[in-house]
């Protein structure tokens, strides 16, 4: 398990003590080692390119949805994966930086598929850009068409022990620093009336 928190206070501590040579020359989380091979990632829900249904829409900002997390199904990871990530994101929200709708890690790594919202024991919900944990599905401004990514990561470790109040961007710095392999499922939500 990495801890974080005290990888962060080791980095300042080396930065601000004069000792940036010797920090600078060992990387404090080693980068991602990657594969050619992309995972495959499903839902009996909707297929890659197609509409997201009004099941799985937010109930909330003007959306009336049912806000269900859709099945979803992955490949195993590369040799090392040692847990699970997956993320949901809306590329096209009007922030400037798109938007997490949902945040799901340390899921263990013989588990290949989540269904009917039910989450393994030991995972974790990280927060989303509402600034709290849990599933967000779509909802679209009216009139406007959105692109959405579910995305598996295989990752290199048994747990992130990240703090509970990290942002989405935050979970997903260390989410990626850890990353062997990555899946993707693409739909899109809108445009509603």
Not at 2 to 17: E, P, V
Not at 67 to 75: E, M, Q, S, T, V
Not at 170 to 177: D, S, V
């Amino acid at each position: 398990m990495i801890n974080f928190k005290a990888t962060a206070l080791a980095a300042a501590f080396l930065a601000t003590s004069g000792f940036i040579a010797t920090a600078v020359s060992v990387p404090l989380v080693a980068p991602p080692t990657g594969t050619d091979k992309p995972l495959a990632l499903d839902s009996p829900t909707f297929k890659e390119g197609e509409p997201i249904s009004n099941d799985h829409f937010w109930n909330n900002f003007g959306c009336s949805g049912g806000n269900k997390l859709p099945d979803l199904a992955w490949d195993a990871g590369p040799e090392g994966t040692q847990s699970y990530a997956i993320t949901f994101y809306d590329h096209d929200a009007p922030t400037g930086s798109g938007f997490w709708h949902w945040v799901v890690y340390n899921i263990p790594s013989d588990v290949r598929s989540i269904k009917g919202g039910v989450l393994p024991a030991g995972t974790v919900e990280g927060n989303t850009d509402l600034g709290k944990p849990g599933f967000f599905g779509p909802c679209p401004p009216k009139g406007r068409k959105h692109r959405y990514t579910f995305t598996v990561h295989a990752l290199k470790t048994p747990k992130l022990d990240i703090d509970k109040s990290a942002t989405a961007a935050l979970a997903g710095f260390f989410i990626y620093q850890n990353t062997l392999a990555t899946g993707e499922l693409n739909g899109y939500g809108g445009p509603r009336e």
